[in-house]
């Protein structure tokens, strides 16, 4: 009991007067749900039309969203601390690496029992590798909402200068390093390559996995990415240094040369399709490839994302709840997510069927790297405890070494792991 | 014996009455300050220093009271030393950058006959534009390829600068938007001050012999200018040690933590690894400071400026 008013009047203190409002807000009729969503940029258009074709669709259900959190850590930071002070929402959008820290502070409602009740769910588009992205451990955390994967994008300009063929782009490292390597050669302020390290951890994993590593060992209790595969990319992040000459430029950096075609390759999610569409100079040829495979077998991918997450504790409200889940991850919600945003959808019925976005992808060549890719995308990987913002943050910084040329491949990764250990759950 | 008692009774029950009801009232008319004073200032500075001294992460269901564990492991964080020292080289070269250009303008412009009000304004512009937007001026103009600023050098032959994205550069870049920042600030307080100075005193200072303008900058300005000067180094000292947009929009911390400032070191722990606690502390330190600094600077400079 201490505890209880110990942690409430804590809660209430930090969350301050911003969280008031909010507990008077998740009280809507019990018809009216209250969702929650991150990236209005990218999702708000979408999340905007999804509620209009539910209530259209389920009459006597509507939905109120609450203010969309700017990034996905700023909307898993609000949902813990409603967690604590009160005023979770129903459902809310959450990034898919983040659902294992939400699961170890038991918020969201296992949907396991839902999708049983579903019969067979890989029938409405939801294949066991699609929920996967969703569930952590045994939970079903969620529903995999939108999916991205890392690709790569191609200023076809640059690379004919470059003695390159466009419509041959590389499907193997080393040429892609050696077509950044000629595309620097051309001067005139012109940079090879950016692969976006920097931020987080998910592109060297995309490194990792496509050699078939793993970031920790099966129990968890050691760091596995300092074998033969982890040092293997850090080694080709070495190359892309002193082969490709990448510069050691910030994403932004980076992002604003590509946009204004100064930059030969650029490799990072392909959620920025949308945005480089916007942005890049109109005269710049716009290319994508899916990631050039490193191990044909064992090579997989690393999925970003959000998953819709049921977080209301009032069994009245479930099913509502889940009505709205299935119908933003299903076929229709998935088809408006896509065509709005430029993210895989995580629905194959969508994907295929041309009554969704089977036609979709055959006019719209750019997109379809990333679905392409979709059967070896495999989770996220989140580390387990309380370190896990820490964790990424020493892995970037160890990769910050080699591309600054500070430390070699071997050095860095050693730091790497001897880091990441101490931060690890003992 | 009942006499004795009965005559200052009353005398010191109205007393007492009398200062009671004032006191009351007294209390009555300060409550409201009181209370917020307490509610917005110092309940959540109690509140913060409570929080320094547990492990509370955000959203955890308990917390527990671990003493100075959160400062001790202050002591032995890399990421919290080099914050530390950046903050103090970012306060060591914009507070003397910014107030000595600050200084020369203002005189500059003092001195001249035309445009005063104009020259003020431009070098005010970038006090009341919105820092996190010109951050993006600056992030365009600084671009390692395409920004301006390596355009010009290349012009001259030097090789282009890695501005942000290098941590040799990073810090020296982010003292220049500094001294940008503050600079125009720094300007329109010392021109304010400048007007203050009673014009015959530059008469009877150049009749005592105070013939050149060096002489009476010395003898009869920079004396005069001494309140002005303790206000602009306090103010500059206060936004510097606060710096944390510019890294939040430019860099992030990075490469390698190079530009991690205590502010921001404060903005991860706290809101991105959810150590609420840690953070606390971090906030606690970064108070300490700012409290140590006026301190100072009331008790040594307060001494020496000459308040004519």
């Known amino acids: 009991m201490t505890i209880l008013t110990r942690r409430a009047a804590l809660g209430a203190a930090l969350a301050g007067t911003l969280a008031a409002p909010r507990i008077l807000a998740a009280q809507g009729s019990p018809t009216e749900l209250v969702v929650h969503y991150p990236m209005p940029a990218f999702f708000k258009d979408v999340m905007e039309k999804i509620a209009e074709e539910f209530a259209a669709a389920n009459p006597g259900l509507s939905v109120r969203y609450t203010a969309p959190s700017p990034s996905y850590e700023d909307a898993v930071q609000q949902v813990l601390r409603q967690g604590v002070a009160g005023g979770l929402p129903d459902v809310s959008f959450q990034g898919l690496n983040r659902l294992r820290m939400l699961v170890e502070r038991r918020l969201p409602v296992d949907l396991r029992p839902f999708l049983e009740r579903e019969g067979d769910v890989a029938a409405k588009g939801w294949t066991p590798n699609l929920l996967g992205l969703g569930q952590v451990r045994e939970v079903q955390a969620g529903m995999g909402f939108a999916s991205s994967n890392p690709i790569v994008y191609y200023n076809a300009n640059l690379v004919r200068r470059a003695g390159g063929d466009p419509d041959n782009l590389p499907t193997d490292w080393n040429s892609l390093i050696a077509l950044a390597g000629r595309v620097q050669a051309l001067g005139d302020g012109n940079s090879s390559m950016h692969f976006r390290w920097a931020g987080d951890d998910w592109m060297f994993s995309a490194l990792l996995y496509g050699h078939g590593g793993t970031m920790l060992a099966a129990d968890e209790r050691d760091v596995a990415f300092n074998g033969a595969e982890g040092l293997a990319s850090m080694r080709l992040i070495d190359r892309m240094v002193k082969e490709g000459r990448m510069p050691a430029f910030t994403v932004d950096a980076a992002l604003q040369a590509f946009y204004a075609g100064k930059m030969g390759i650029f490799s990072g999610t392909t959620a920025y399709i949308g945005s480089m569409q916007r942005s890049i100079g109109r005269d710049v040829d716009l290319r994508t490839t899916k990631m050039p495979v490193i191990d044909a077998e064992k090579g997989r991918l690393p999925t970003g994302g959000n998953a819709a997450v049921i977080l209301t504790r009032d069994a009245a409200r479930h099913e509502a709840a889940w009505k709205f889940v299935t119908f933003a991850t299903g076929p229709r919600g998935q088809e408006l997510m896509t065509r709005g945003t430029g993210y895989v959808p995580c629905n194959t019925i969508a994907a295929r069927d041309d009554r969704f976005l089977g036609s979709f992808y055959r006019e719209n060549p750019l997109f379809r790297p990333a679905m392409e890719q979709m059967p070896i995308a495999q989770a996220w990987y989140a580390f387990p405890g309380t370190n896990g913002v820490r964790i990424t943050e020493t892995i970037v910084n160890n990769i910050a070494r080699v591309v600054e040329s500070n430390a070699t491949p071997e050095a860095a990764l050693g730091d790497m792991a001897n880091g990441v250990r101490r931060l690890l759950p003992r | ?308």
């Open chain 2, 1 to 308: 014996m009942p006499e004795a008692l009965a005559l200052p009774a009353p005398r010191r029950a109205a007393g007492t009455a009398r200062g009671l009801g004032e006191g009351a009232a007294g209390w009555l008319l300060a409550a409201p300050a009181t209370i917020a004073l307490f509610l917005l200032l110092l309940g959540p500075s109690a509140a913060l220093l409570g929080l320094s001294f547990t492990d509370w992460e955000l959203g955890a269901p308990e917390l527990a009271w671990i003493g100075l564990e959160n400062y001790a492991e202050l002591t032995t964080d890399p990421v919290f030393r080099i914050a530390l020292s950046n903050t103090l080289l970012y306060v060591g070269v914009v507070i003397p950058a910014s107030i000595g250009l600050g200084l020369g303008i203002a005189l500059l412009i003092e001195g001249g006959t035309r445009l005063r009000a104009t020259f003020r304004a431009i070098y005010f512009l970038p006090v009341v534009s919105l820092l996190v937007a010109m951050a993006t001026a600056w992030q365009y103009l600084l671009h390692p390829t395409i920004g301006p600023v390596n355009k010009l050098l290349g012009m001259i032959g030097i090789a282009p600068i890695n501005w942000l994205g290098s941590s040799d550069w990073v810090m020296p870049s982010l003292c220049l938007i500094g001294v940008w920042e503050n600079l125009g600030f720094v300007v329109v307080l010392f021109m304010a001050g400048l007007t203050a100075i009673p014009r015959e005193l530059y008469a009877a200072a150049e009749l005592d012999g105070a013939r050149s303008a060096l002489d009476r900058f010395r003898l009869v300005t920079w004396p005069l200018l001494g309140p002005t000067t303790l206000f602009v180094v306090t103010i500059t000292a206060i936004r510097c040690l606060r710096v944390f947009d510019t890294v939040q929009a430019l860099t992030r911390g990075g490469p390698n933590n190079a530009s991690e400032v205590l502010l921001h070191t404060m903005y991860q722990e706290g809101f991105t690894y959810f150590r609420i606690g840690y953070s606390a502390a971090i906030t606690v330190v970064f108070l300490g400071i700012v409290l140590v600094l006026m301190l100072v600077q009331t008790r040594i400079l307060d001494r020496r400026v000459h308040y004519g």
